[in-house]
């Protein structure tokens, strides 16, 4: 199967290392935009979070930077969030390996002296957030100016939080001639003006996904205790097969996981501290049904490729309602129907009611403890014609 990657041009020891982490099949935005990218044209990619846009760009990067020896950083990956970097980097890192080339992550909540003292000891990549690449750079700790390979990653989530002043500051300041390469959900607006302003000749490629909509799920609000909250959130898992939970913060997950097994709930965390093997082992136990349950932070399951998820619970409630989309979209797939359980707080009732209203979702915020005989069948039960 791994022979897929090598008609697509990837070098054998490259697909050997994908290999190694069960890696054999490409997905489409990697079918479509590899040949371009290691043949080193400008490549522009649509294509939603999730879709393997990572190796997309990682394996034409590895393979076109220059081996010569130098002293000076030469491919970047600009990404919007901490998590994020730490992501790519470790999905990237067996890669560079191959290649001998040293990769690491810049991001902004990190002690920046260790960060200039590993760019000191010589780096060839950073995956880097755009603020703390600019205070590296106004530290003199490291040039753009040199670059052969620039990748602009989930340049629509870099819009949607004001990140793009930043990233074009950046472009601006690459004096070299080198390769870029765009990857976004969307290409319109804002990011249509980056491809246009800081691409040549950008060869472009689409890969179509369709959107889950509202209807094809099953919404249950469930308003909770405070001290009940994780034993509601149990009994859920407990109903369902396959369950992704989602936290706001890496901290979150972990502690959620904990007290998911302490209720008995096989439950492990998801997110950008832990190294790739671990996610990876993770997502196989998950699969063959031997935990329960994914707890996940936004970033970390932007990546994931996980089907057949029978219930989404927002444990910590989505800030807007494009992410609900996007949390609750992994369990309306291939034509069944999901549901996806929002655990609000007395405090949180207001912002929970705004997204619904974003929604268009008109249904009552159902108080439950979890010793409701309710919460065993959620999917059956139905909360507009029994609202108490």
């Known amino acids: 199967m791994t022979e897929e990657f090598r008609v697509l041009g990837v070098a054998s020891d490259l697909v050997a290392s994908l290999k190694e982490r069960g890696i054999q099949t490409p997905f489409p935005i990697q079918t479509l935009t590899i040949p371009d990218a ?3 044209r400008d490549v522009c990619g649509k294509a939603k979070t999730g879709s393997g846009k990572t190796l997309a760009f990682g394996l034409p990067l590895v393979e076109n930077l220059s081996h010569a020896d130098s002293h000076w950083v030469r491919g970047l990956i600009l990404v919007p969030t901490r998590e994020l970097a730490l992501q790519v980097a ?19 909540g990190a002690p920046i ?3 200039i003292s590993k760019i000191k000891a010589g780096l060839d990549v950073i995956v880097a957030t755009p603020g703390r690449l600019i ?24 819009a949607d939080m004001g990140f793009l002043p930043q990233v074009e500051w950046i472009l601006r300041h690459v004096e070299s001639r080198h390769q870029t390469m765009l990857f976004s959900a969307t290409l319109d607006g804002a990011v249509d003006a980056l491809v246009r302003r800081y691409q040549s000749d950008p060869v472009r490629h689409e890969v179509q996904s369709r959107q889950v909509t ?4 099953k919404h249950r609000f469930v308003a909770v205790h405070e001290m009940d909250k994780v034993k509601v959130a149990a009994a859920i898992i407990r109903a369902s ?6 936290s706001a913060t890496r901290h979150g997950c972990d502690r959620l996981s904990r007290k998911l097994k302490a209720e008995n ?9 832990l190294r790739q093997k671990a996610r990876e082992r993770s997502l196989a136990r998950f699969a063959s049904g031997e935990i329960q349950a994914l707890v996940a932070t936004d970033v970390a399951a932007r990546g994931l490729h996980i089907d057949d998820v029978d219930v989404v619970i927002h444990y910590d409630p989505p800030p807007d309602h494009k992410t609900y989309l996007h949390r609750s ?28 209203r974003r929604l268009s979702l008109d249904m009552p915020i159902v108080e439950m403890f979890s010793n409701d005989d309710r919460l065993e069948s959620l999917e059956r039960w139905d909360p507009v014609a029994e609202p108490v």
């Open 214 to 217: 509202v209807d094809e799920m």
């Open 241 to 246: 097969k396959r369950t992704l939970v989602f």
């Open 265 to 273: 709930v096989r439950a492990e965390p998801i997110h950008g501290d």
């Open 135 to 158: 205070d590296l750079i106004d530290r003199k700790a490291v040039s753009v100016a040199k670059l052969e390979i620039v990748v602009v990653d989930e340049a629509d989530r870099m």
């Open 329 to 356: 979209g992994r369990t309306a797939r291939a034509g069944e129907t999901g549901m996806a359980v929002t655990l609000s707080l007395w405090n949180e009732e207001l912002e929970v009611k705004r997204l619904q």
């Open 90 to 108: 470790n999905e990237l890192h067996p890669l560079a390996r191959c290649r001998d080339l040293d990769l690491a992550p810049v991001y902004g």
């Open 38 to 40: 290691l043949a080193g």
């Open 113 to 115: 002296e260790d960060q």
